[in-house]
Nanobody, 126 residues
Framework: QVQLVESGGGLVQAGGSLRLSCAAS????????MGWFRQAPGKEREFVAA????????FHANSVKGRFTISRDNAKNTLYLQMNSLKPEDTAVYYC???????????????????WGHGTLVTVSS
């Protein structure tokens, strides 16, 4: 069982930055591939970024590539998402998710994750 708690969301102006964190419980955090997803009002949940359980592979959606960076600290059981050059279209609830042994980009899709956090709201004003 893995419990995930996101933090770091808030209101920011376009062009600004935020850093999201996802604190995970459990001693097996290092065995899980971790991902960030987001859901804007009236839209489906979509993939943002992911990092394999081994830590060597990262994947970013085209819409955030070059602006967002995912990372993890297994010693702290924490996942991060550094978001720079934010745009109004980045406004959404951001969710952290975990999938055991996930290491390939194709492993990360909303219906395929094992555990989810409750989300943190990011609002980007124009």
């Amino acid at each position: 069982q893995v419990q995930l708690v996101e933090s770091g969301g808030g209101l920011v102006q376009a062009g600004g930055s935020l850093r999201l964190s996802c604190a995970a419980s459990g001693r097996t955090f290092s065995k899980y591939g971790m991902g960030w997803f987001r859901q804007a009002p009236g839209k489906e949940r979509e993939f943002v970024a992911a990092l394999g359980w081994s830590g060597g592979s990262t994947f970013h959606a085209n819409s955030v590539k070059g602006r967002f960076t995912i990372s993890r600290d297994n010693a702290k059981n924490t996942l991060y998402l550094q978001m720079n050059s934010l745009k109004p279209e980045d406004t959404a609830v951001y969710y952290c998710a975990a999938k055991r042994w996930a290491n390939s980009g194709s492993d990360y899709y909303p219906d395929g994750m094992d555990y989810w956090g409750h989300g943190t709201l990011v609002t980007v004003s124009s």
